[in-house]
Structures are given as structure tokens and as C-alpha cells.
């Protein structure tokens, strides 16, 4: 499943000029990017679009995940103390058991940006109960779900 941030217009309708928000977006044009085509996304991927940072913002996430018992989700993606954490953040609070691929995450431009992602993924997220996984365990993960 992907996410993307996408509006119902150019007018950003959804969106309030001057909130924080809209200064991210400002800031950092790429968070509007669309999904990389690396990724090959095809009729049975199943793509959300959001209006937010959390990735169910807007769309039918939380009603999916419950529709098919889904009770773990893997995350990857950009930006990790924005659009990651938003979603870790929300998944948890939904009782949802919650893995973050640790070397599949971005996180936007930053003077110690190394530092500030190892120590959100292995001591913050860890707190709260997030399972960190290498993007080889995950995969290993998934070999062994049904």
C-alpha cells in the first residue's frame, strides 16, 4: 500500500495558507512528489492519497486496516520525523503493532542528520513499542506472513 500527498485542486483547498503545514510544503517542495516509479506500482498495489502528514489522512486507511484485520504495519518512506512519526504515532494509538524499516526511511536536510535518524529510530520509537527493522528482516518478515 502507498500514500501520497495529493490535493483536490492546484488551489490546495485543504490546505490554509500560512499553517505550519503549508510552510513544510514551502520549504521542502519535494514532500508533494508523487511515488518514485522505482517502485513499479500496478492495479494490485493499493495507492491513498493524503492530505496530511499521517498517511490516513483524508482516505480510507483506518477502514481498510480494519476491514482486513490487518493488526501489523510496516513503514517506510519520507520524511521520518514528519511523515513516519505522524503515522507511527496514529497506528499506535489505534493498537496497531507498528515495524519501521530503519534503513528505508528519509529524513529531510539536516546538519546531523545521522545522528537525529539512529537516535529516533532506536531510542525513541523503541520506547513506544516499534519494533526497528533492517530492510532485510522485513523482507524476511514477509516471506513468513500469510
Known amino acids: 500500500m502507498f500514500t501520497t500527498l495529493a490535493f483536490s485542486s492546484a488551489a490546495r483547498p485543504e490546505l490554509a495558507g500560512g499553517v505550519p503545514f503549508a510552510k513544510l510544503l514551502e520549504m521542502f517542495p519535494a514532500l508533494s512528489e508523487q511515488i518514485d516509479p522505482a517502485f513499479r506500482v500496478d492495479d494490485k498495489d493499493v495507492v491513498l492519497r493524503k492530505i496530511r502528514l499521517y498517511a490516513g489522512a483524508g482516505n480510507a486507511l483506518e477502514q481498510i486496516l480494519r476491514t482486513h484485520k490487518i493488526d501489523t504495519v510496516v513503514l517506510s518512506g519520507m520524511s521520518l520525523s514528519a511523515v513516519v512519526m505522524a503515522t507511527v504515532y496514529r497506528l499506535i494509538d489505534l493498537d496497531h ?7 528505508n526511511v528519509l529524513e529531510l536536510p539536516g546538519d546531523n542528520q545521522a545522528a537525529e535518524v539512529k537516535h529516533v529510530l532506536l531510542a525513541l520509537l523503541r520506547r513506544i513499542g516499534v519494533q526497528v527493522v533492517s530492510l532485510e528482516e522485513a523482507l524476511q518478515m514477509l516471506g513468513k506472513s500469510s
Do not use: G, P, Y
Request: no cysteine; net charge negative.
Open 97 to 103: 503493532h507498528v515495524v519501521v524499516i530503519a534503513d
